[in-house]
């Protein structure tokens, strides 16, 4: 069994992904994909349960949303599971039910607000949770350390329901598949993006208007993050372009475009003074050697030379995208360790 959970702050674009199907599926799609593998495309999901909750995307939204108020210091009030069997395993509609209960449990949602989904257009059996962090009493349940407890809950419910024990994603992969180096796809379409639209613009107003076009919306205050088709969140950071970054690039870019236009005034200059008299075929080659020699001595030249080269580094950020959970990175733990020590100094 496979376990994912993630924090957010739209309870309605979880709740609509958890509950519609997928957007870019025309409804012939859906039928061709239905008849080719026997899934069902359309109408995907069906609800196993409700908590504490009834009614619409839209009227589910609101209510999660209206327990949300309740804590003013929890800023994304969203819990999203998922669980997944592996490939040939099935348990019955109760049992994904119990499944989905006990997940809320060992995340201390069971009281509050949740909803449980069974997806059926895979051919591995999954289901997806929707919960509110913050109960019904105001009180918020806790995030942490929720890679570690996501992967306990799992083997348990493994042990529980004598399923097979799954300890990556990339066990549901084809055997050469699990050779790729794994990358986190939506993140590097992000970073490709960035970069090509930071090559075509020169002010970050056509920068935005850009990345809205390529479908993404950008969020920009003391830093930038970008939301994309799917409502992912991508701070910029994270893909190697940080505001400070895409600000220099483009402040760079503008004083390049100045540089550059100033060296061709200054190529017309030279022109203009040494043809002034009429020349004879033979001598426009001469000509033409002596402005280039005269444009090669232009101070302008190592200025344009040097903006070009810092430009091209900072257009290659050096970025990995390992889909190792955060908090198995050496900066995960360390960030575990200072919360787990400011806990303790304050019982």
């Known amino acids: 069994m496979i376990g994912y959970i993630g ?9 609509q992904y958890c509950l519609n199907d997928k957007k870019e599926l025309s409804n012939k799609q859906k039928a061709d994909l239905s008849q080719k593998d026997g899934l069902q495309h359309h109408g995907r999901a069906e609800i196993l349960s409700y908590n504490q909750c009834f009614g619409t995307p839209q009227e589910l939204a609101q ?23 592996a490939p040939g395993e099935s348990l019955s509609r109760n049992q994904l039910e119990e499944i989905g209960y006990e997940c809320a449990k ?41 890679y570690k407890r996501m992967a306990a809950l799992c083997r348990r419910l493994e042990k529980q329901y004598q399923l097979r024990e799954v300890l990556s994603p990339r066990a549901f992969l084809a055997p050469n598949e699990r050779l790729l180096p794994r ?4 993140r590097i379409q992000l970073q ?19 990345m809205k076009e390529l479908g993404y919306t950008v969020l920009k ?24 970054r895409i600000e220099h690039i483009l402040n760079l870019k503008q004083k390049l475009e100045t540089n550059v236009k100033e060296l061709e005034i200054y190529k017309q200059d030279i022109e203009r003074d040494i043809r002034r008299k009429p020349v004879i075929a033979t001598q426009k080659l ?62």
Request: aromatic share 8%; hydrophobic share 35%.
């Open 63 to 85: 209510q999660f949303r209206d327990v949300a108020k309740l804590s003013k210091r929890v800023e994304k009030p969203v819990f999203h599971f998922s669980l997944r069997l």
């Open 286 to 347: 001469l000509l033409d050697n002596r402005v280039h020699a005269l444009m090669v001595c232009s101070p302008l030249v190592p200025i344009i030379i040097q903006i070009a080269s810092v430009l091209n580094e900072l257009l290659r950020p050096e970025v990995s995208f390992n889909l190792l959970p955060y908090e198995l990175t050496a900066e995960g733990y360390q960030r575990r360790k200072k919360k787990e020590k400011r806990k303790a100094q304050h019982r």
């Open 106 to 146: 060992e995340f201390r949602v069971a009281d509050n607000q949740y909803i449980c989904v069974l997806h059926k257009d895979t051919s591995e059996q999954h289901i997806h949770i929707v919960a509110n962090r913050v109960g019904l009493d105001g009180k918020a349940a806790s995030d942490s350390n929720s």
């Open 221 to 244: 205050s003391r830093g930038i993050a970008f939301i994309d088709s799917k409502k992912v969140k991508i701070k910029g950071s994270e893909v190697g372009f940080s505001l400070s």
């Open 192 to 210: 490709k993006d960035i970069r090509q639209t930071l090559i075509d613009v020169n002010s970050f107003d056509q920068f935005t208007e850009r």
């Open 183 to 186: 990358n986190d796809s939506r």
């Open 7 to 15: 924090t957010g702050s739209s309870f309605l674009g979880c709740i």
